[in-house]
């Protein structure tokens, strides 16, 4: 994993991010935060690791994964670019989990203790947000847990993968899959043949086109329709 110095100016996302506030006050492109490459496959941290840094993917994806006693491991959110990692820290400060990059990635390195900012209450005002966006992530997660169908799940992971993305400036319509059929079981709790029966069923119905890991939406409508007054994420 390596690790170099990033400006605001030499990022490629879009519009500011809220974790970038954390480490560009102001967003001032001279400002300079740290960033560290992650290549697919590799661990950004694990559980039990010390949580001294907020970490922000600028690039790539990442899964993030706990274990049970039972050494059971569940998939608990995928993070693109913009999202932050490390929240899970902040109780014991060590990670709770462990995130993985699905392809090779960056992220930028945003300290907790606000060393090297000139705002140090930047992250105070900001972390109420950052933790109140997670926690509504799980409670809509619950709900599709809970109260949906293996169709609506996974059309529900679909549709707000789509929104995630062309938030992002990439097609809501078309995308690969970074993640694997069992990751998005773990994570939606089907059991990999029900998510392969799912696909296909979808398909056949005309709603989505699916070759491999490559999807595109074909009738977005309609699947919204499957929710009724049901929110999808």
């Known amino acids: 994993m390596n ?3 990033l400006t605001c100016s030499t990022c490629q996302n879009g519009d500011p991010c809220a974790p970038c506030e954390l480490a560009n006050p102001g967003y001032e492109a001279d400002t300079v935060s740290l960033r560290r490459r992650v290549r697919r496959g590799e661990a950004l941290f694990r559980e039990g690791d010390p949580c001294l840094d907020f970490l922000a993917v600028r690039s790539g994806m990442f899964k993030t994964v706990i274990t049970g006693p ?3 491991e569940q998939v608990t959110g995928f993070q693109l670019a913009g999202d932050v990692l490390g929240l899970d820290g902040l ?5 709770a989990s462990r995130a993985i990059a699905l392809e090779d990635s960056e992220v930028v390195v945003l300290p907790l203790h606000g060393a090297g900012r000139r705002d140090p209450g930047q992250l105070g005002r900001l972390l109420p947000r950052l ?3 997670e926690l ?3 409670q809509k997660l619950n709900l599709l847990l809970a109260s949906m169908s293996a169709q609506q799940r996974l059309a529900s992971f679909l ?3 789509s929104r995630r993305l062309q938030v992002r400036g990439y097609s809501p319509a078309e995308f690969h899959l970074r993640m694997s059929r069992a990751d998005i079981g773990s994570y939606l709790g089907l059991q990999l043949e029900t998510v392969s029966r799912t696909f296909s069923s979808l398909q056949r119905r005309g709603l989505i ?3 491999t890991r490559h999807v595109v939406l074909r009738d977005r409508a309609a699947l919204l329709r499957m929710f ?3 929110p999808y994420g």
């Open 70 to 72: 039972d050494g059971h």
């Open 136 to 138: 509504v992530r799980k």
């Open 3 to 5: 690790t170099q110095a």
């Open 131 to 133: 933790i109140g966006r």
């Open 91 to 95: 109780a014991q400060e060590r990670h």
């Open 159 to 161: 549709l707000n993968l």
């Open 209 to 211: 086109a699916v070759q």
């Open 228 to 230: 009724d007054e049901i």
